[in-house]
């Protein structure tokens, strides 16, 4: 105890809007660890399987990095197909270019 005051077990975030953290990583690129091990348990290459999910993760986290946050949103909205997972309300579709007017 340091002084009476209450001690929290929680931690606080550096930014309001930080993505949460699940053991070393971001949540995006946990997915992208643990995502390749659901297939490796399956064919049976667990150890391949665990060294490329790490080795895509630490990929993930060198291409976010200074790209500030939502970096994966605005790749998702360029480069993937209208609709799905990037679809977003106030935007125009990533293919019209040019407008006339």
Do not use: C
């Not at 297939?39 to 999910?53: A, M």
């Amino acid at each position: 105890m340091n002084g009476g005051g209450p001690e929290f077990s929680n931690r606080i975030p550096r930014y309001l809007d930080a993505q949460p953290k699940i053991f070393l990583w971001d949540a995006d690129e946990f997915v992208v660890a643990v995502a390749p091990l659901g297939v490796g348990i399956v064919t049976g290459f667990i150890l391949t399987s665990i060294v490329l999910g790490v080795l895509m993760a630490y990929g993930l986290a060198k291409l976010k990095k200074g790209q500030g946050s939502g970096f994966m949103m605005r790749a998702a909205y360029w480069y993937l197909p209208g609709g799905g997972i990037a679809k977003l309300k106030r935007t125009p579709p990533s293919h019209v270019r040019e407008y006339v007017g």
